[in-house]
């Protein structure tokens, strides 16, 4: 594997200890988290928005004793290299094909997806183009149904129409209360919430060319929703193993979400989980054991 930096052997990779690693994937820097026995069955989580692999700290040592656990940062997120908009397109076919660069140039050909917002429109383009290498999949408020958008959609998909007429709703959806609300939203649990993480995703959304990719990005999302019918015929037709936990108070992706993806995965464990867009903030313990369950079952 090509590496940008000195690291230690991928089999010295054991239990809840993470190391963190980088790939250059097409020449641009990805940034992963890496932890767990390179010989368990992989899991590779995806983070969303405007977040990074740093989501998962709190799951990764919870798993990493049974799995192989993956975590990178997209281009543009995290660690990871941010090219200007003139270098790398920001779509997201394009993040799509850089994770799946960094999964094929790994030699992780067999793995569990773990989607959680962003990580849905990556992670269902890397399934619906490799089905064969999916074992299981686990979705976290990852949406993939027009039906279950909250009412802050109406207005990005006039953003979409003409962005240029509508850049308030670009400036909310970067702005500091925008970021705190995707955490706490309207959970009566705040304490849960650590107040480091939406302020350190602020002060990562205000980096020199965060607003343009960040921007390009939203821009972008429209085609995920034209994917949506796409996206559920191949939930139907493959039938996947699946795993579907919600946080109730996501006001982006609304909890209807679960019956719609029972609908298409009639066999899926849906949970619904007092919790909101980022349910990791609040029941990350609830989260580990559903997942260790679900996995016990079926990657024994």
Not at 192 to 207: I, K, V
């Amino acid at each position: 594997m090509s590496q940008e930096s000195t690291q230690a052997s991928p089999g010295l990779s054991y239990s809840g200890t993470i190391t963190y690693r980088r790939a250059a994937v097409n020449g641009v820097g990805i940034f992963y988290r890496e932890a767990g026995p390179v010989d368990a069955p992989t899991i590779v989580l995806l983070h969303g928005f405007p977040s990074s692999s740093r989501m998962f700290d709190t799951l990764i040592p919870l798993l990493a004793t049974r799995y192989h656990l993956i975590a990178p940062d997209y281009p543009g997120f995290g660690h990871s290299d941010a090219p200007p908009p003139a270098q790398f397109a920001y779509t997201f076919d394009h993040l799509a094909e850089s994770i799946n660069g960094l999964l094929e140039q790994l030699g992780i050909d067999r793995y569990s997806f773990y989607l959680q917002d962003y990580g849905g429109p990556v992670g269902f383009r890397i399934m619906l183009a490799h089905p064969e290498r999916l074992q299981t999949l686990m979705i976290q408020n990852a949406n993939a149904h027009e039906e279950s958008l909250g009412r802050k959609w109406a207005a990005i998909k006039e953003y979409w129409a003409n962005p240029a007429a509508k850049p308030e709703v670009f400036e909310a959806f970067v702005s500091f209360e925008g970021t705190r609300f995707r955490h706490a939203g309207d959970s009566p649990n705040p304490e849960r919430y650590n107040p480091d993480t939406w302020t350190d995703e602020f002060a990562f959304l205000n980096l020199p060319g965060q607003a343009e990719i960040q921007a390009a990005l939203l821009y972008d999302y429209r085609t995920n929703v034209a994917a949506y019918p796409a996206w559920q015929e191949w939930l139907r037709t493959h039938r996947p193993i699946a795993l579907v936990m919600w946080g109730r108070y996501d006001s982006s992706f609304v909890a209807a979400a679960g019956a719609a993806y029972q609908r298409d995965l009639p066999d899926a464990e849906v949970h619904l989980l007092d919790a909101g867009h980022f349910a990791l903030d609040e029941k990350v313990d609830e989260i580990a054991a559903l997942m260790h369950a679900f996995l016990a079952k079926h990657l024994a």
